[in-house]
């Protein structure tokens, strides 16, 4: 269980088997993004990042936003 919202995103990465330039490329945002909020150093990402992100996970943004699933 992951335990912050950084945690969660790199679990969701690891269990599609994506590296982080991965699922920036599909993403459309920059390596060091998904760097930084993997490691909580960005705890404010826009909701367009945010969308972007579930998008190329293949989910909703409600879905990846489950605050459920790493509490």
């Known amino acids: ?3 912050n919202f950084g945690e ?3 679990a969701i990465r690891i269990a599609l088997g ?3 330039a991965e699922l920036a490329q ?3 945002v920059s390596q060091s993004v998904i760097r930084d909020i993997e490691a909580g150093k ?3 990402p826009s909701i367009k990042t ?10 909703s943004l409600s879905e ?3 605050i459920e699933s790493f509490y």
């Open 64 to 66: 990846m936003l489950n």
């Open 50 to 59: 945010l969308w972007k992100l579930s998008h190329a996970m293949g989910m």
């Open 1 to 3: 269980m992951a335990e």
């Open 26 to 28: 599909k993403a459309g």
């Open 8 to 10: 969660h995103i790199k």
């Open 42 to 44: 960005k705890t404010n």
């Open 18 to 20: 994506w590296n982080k």
